[in-house]
């Protein structure tokens, strides 16, 4: 097994890229947590919805995570189930990326070819129709 040279300062380069990323989460948490984007109109609209009028697998996303920050979990999955149930995962994949960082080992990357790319495309897409079907209880999905 061969072993490979890093630079000098690797880790350290790592530790400040993982630093950067988690104060620009927790900035956009604590911006989302106070300026609810159901009252104020400054975020950004889905530009998906705005031209066609069907929700994309995102629409609902930030008033889903306003609504988990605020701890009203019900809220959140209503305006974006979806999202709501991939935050585990994704939190649990992130933390395990900057771990890796701070310690400068290279990130491991998701293995999403074959079964497993076409089964997280599969959801996506199912979920996609689902919350544009106007009949119940689908149109529980939509946000």
Known sequence: METV?????FALRGVVVASIVVVAVLIACVVVWAFDPTVYGFYPRCPLRAITGIYCPGCGGMRAIS???????AAAFDYNALLIAVIPLAASLSFSAL?????GRAVAEPNLRGFRGWALLSVFVFFWVLRNLPWRPFDYLAP
């Open 67 to 73: 609504r988990l920050l605020h701890g009203d979990l």
């Open 5 to 9: 040279a890093r630079p000098r300062g």
């Open 99 to 103: 771990i890796s960082l701070a310690r």
